[in-house]
């Protein structure tokens, strides 16, 4: 396969963020996927995040498995870290990762027959163990390297482009996060930029397992008519929850108030999340809640976006382990290997 590298040549009235750089340094390769397809908006959203957030490309980490979805690193953040590993072991290679050196800033990007078929079983432990991470599954609803067969995600009663009708039952990646314990769980829809930007940011600076189920429209094989993951179908089923505004300072201008004030979520950095409600009442801090409001609108044929859920003191796995503060590939042989009595005494401990 042959990639073709973007010119480095930038304008020079192109606007940069506070570190000097402009949108284009977080920019990668030229995409070779098809003309229109949702996954390249949704690279270009983290690009947007990123580049407003700040973040010096190389403190990333990307890591994908296999499907067009997990071709999309290579098309953003270019001077990242990056790690390709084989179909549905992502988290496996993210935990590692993230184990062996905390500081960096962890980015899983999967697919729906990469995270919900043969790597649901990676993506439900990586979940309920808190990894720092942010979590992304571009969710076509088919198999778009092998022609469009319908993936686990498939709503049961859709039609393919040949007409084929599916008649399994679907797997719901948000309910599956919310049921597992995932501290940010949100949906979002490729071809809504303004929606999608600032979940990724808040995710991005979520001190826990964020995970974001991103409907994407496979152009070439699941965008017609009798799909429910086209653009046309979401657009006139999407059932949004709240805008979020991802505050830099605890204390920001709230600017105009709106009819129902906003829920505003601390985050353990200073941040805060100001949740902006368009369903009256609901509470994204609440789990419960936001499975049964999944639920409902599904059963309505409705997809609901936006942020679902945040927990507000959420831990990660160095938390839970708690692990030292120095990441574990900066430690020494004095640190690693402490000794035979400090040996004989974990093996004491574990009779």
């Known amino acids: ?107 899983g990007v999967s697919g729906d027959g990469d995270s919900a078929s043969i790597g649901l079983g990676q993506f439900a432990h990586v979940l309920r163990r808190g990894v720092n991470m942010t979590y992304i599954v571009e969710n076509n609803g088919v198999y778009g390297l092998t022609k469009g067969q319908f993936s686990a995600t498939a709503d049961q009663g859709s039609q393919s482009k040949r007409g084929v009708v599916n008649s399994d039952a679907a797997i719901d990646l948000v309910s599956l996060a919310l049921q597992l314990g995932a501290s940010f769980v949100a949906r979002g829809f490729s071809g809504d930029k303004d929606q999608l930007v600032p979940l990724i940011k808040a995710a991005l600076r979520h001190p826990g397992a964020a995970f974001i189920d991103v409907v994407s429209p496979c152009v070439a094989f699941n965008n017609h008519a009798g799909s429910t993951k086209s653009y046309e179908y979401v657009r006139a089923h999407n059932a949004t929850m709240n805008r979020v505004e991802f505050l830099h300072r605890l204390h920001a201008d709230p600017g105009e108030p709106p009819d129902e004030p906003p829920i505003e979520v601390p985050q353990p950095d200073g941040t805060t999340l100001r949740l902006r409600r368009l369903q009256a009442g609901y509470d994204p801090t609440d789990r419960i809640a936001a499975v049964n409001q999944v639920q409902a609108h599904q059963a309505r044929g409705e997809v609901v976006t936006g942020l679902l859920f945040v927990e507000a003191g959420a831990h990660d796995l160095h938390q839970h382990l708690n692990t030292v503060a120095t990441p574990l590939n900066r430690l020494g042989d004095a640190e690693l290997c402490p000794g035979q009595a400090v040996l004989e005494r974990i093996n004491a401990s574990l009779r």
Not at 9 to 24: A, D, E, K
Not at 65 to 77: Q, R
Not at 89 to 98: D, E, F, H, I, K
């Open 1 to 107: 396969m042959t990639f073709i590298a973007k010119p480095r040549l930038r304008h020079p009235t192109l606007p940069t963020n506070r570190l000097g750089y402009t949108r284009r340094d977080y920019e990668g390769k030229i995409s070779t996927l098809c003309a229109g397809c949702g996954h390249d908006s949704i690279s270009a959203a983290i690009i947007q995040a990123c580049w407003e957030l700040e973040i010096e490309p190389h403190r990333v980490a990307k890591l994908s498995g296999i499907g067009c979805s997990s071709k999309t690193p290579d098309y953003f953040l270019g001077g990242s870290h990056g790690f390709n590993s084989v179909h549905g072991r992502m988290p496996s290679v993210l935990t590692g990762a993230n184990l062996a050196n905390r500081d960096l800033i962890y980015l």
